[in-house]
């Protein structure tokens, strides 16, 4: 079971940071970088650009230091018996900068873990072993895609905000154009920022996330077909079938019947 040793979510220091470890920290230390830092791994130095992170294994001599002030951070320390070889397994990048594929994704799991963490009960210590391999599996996952362009990481972090907001209002009104004027773009360029980052289409997303939550209507309530359309966000409740058969390959009608 991996063990949580310490770990802290948005940390700001408002004089800057400048950590130091020639024996290395004696646990996997995991560290996300909102703001820019120059990191020293076994003596090399580089510079961590933000939305950027890196593990260091227990014994490698590292080192970090503000670029920026204030310098925020989140961060993370743990151990297990076995762990290096279930990241070695996940192809996990060890004592390597990474950039984050999701700059989003890093703050909520952290943030995530610590509710954990603070959490009784008789099966705390799971959660937080759920929590933290979790992390490290979404963020294998995440390696897999091709890196962003550079022009890209730089809306990175508004597009990913942009799609939790999309999935998590569903019944939200909203144009592609809307979308891209709050990130001060054309809608062409936002469109192929959008597709480029996450490899699908902002229209895609929407009807994903508007179907998803249909299809939790219709299998949990007893809301007419309809109803659930303009409660998806459709003001026509045949656009709303045509697009949920078309991503389901079944009739909202059909769902229904067929969800246990």
């Known amino acids: 079971m991996m063990k949580l040793v310490s770990c802290g979510s948005r940390f700001t220091h408002k004089e800057g940071i400048h950590i130091e470890r020639p024996q290395g920290?004696?646990?996997y230390a995991f560290v996300f970088f909102r703001s820019r830092a120059e990191i020293k791994v076994n003596g090399r130095a580089q510079k961590a650009e933000a939305n950027s992170y890196i593990l260091f294994s227990p014994n490698a001599a590292h080192a970090y230091r503000d670029l920026e002030k204030p310098?925020?951070?989140?961060?993370?320390?743990?151990?297990?018996?076995?762990?290096?070889?279930?990241?070695?397994?996940?192809?996990?990048?060890v004592d390597r900068l990474m950039t984050a594929v999701d700059p989003v994704l890093v703050p909520r799991c952290v943030l995530e873990l610590q509710h954990a963490e603070r959490e009784k009960g008789p099966y705390r210590d799971e959660i937080v072993d759920l929590e933290l391999r979790g992390l490290f599996i979404k963020l294998a996952n995440?390696?897999?895609?091709?890196?962003?362009?550079?022009?890209?990481?730089?809306?990175?972090?508004?597009?990913?905000?942009?799609?939790?907001?999309?999935?998590?209002?569903?019944?939200?009104?909203?144009?592609?154009?809307?979308?891209?004027?709050?990130?001060?773009?054309?809608?062409?360029?936002?469109?192929?920022?959008?597709?480029?980052?996450?490899?699908?289409?902002?229209?895609?997303?929407?009807?994903?996330?508007?179907?998803?939550?249909?299809?939790?209507?219709?299998?949990s309530t007893r809301l007419s077909v309809g109803e659930i359309g303009r409660l998806c966000g459709y003001e026509n409740e045949t656009h709303f079938m045509r697009q949920f058969k078309q991503t389901t390959s079944v009739t909202p009608s059909a769902y229904r019947k067929g969800t246990p």
Not at 79 to 87: A, R
Request: contains cysteine.
């Open 25 to 27: 920290a004696g646990n």
């Open 71 to 93: 310098f925020v951070n989140d961060w993370i320390h743990c151990e297990e018996q076995g762990l290096k070889e279930w990241l070695e397994r996940l192809r996990f990048p």
């Open 142 to 219: 995440g390696l897999v895609r091709e890196a962003a362009p550079s022009r890209t990481s730089r809306y990175a972090e508004p597009l990913s905000r942009l799609r939790n907001e999309l999935y998590g209002s569903p019944d939200a009104r909203v144009s592609v154009d809307d979308l891209a004027e709050r990130l001060s773009l054309s809608k062409s360029y936002f469109q192929h920022l959008y597709k480029e980052l996450f490899g699908c289409s902002v229209v895609t997303d929407m009807i994903r996330g508007r179907v998803e939550y249909a299809k939790y209507l219709l299998g």
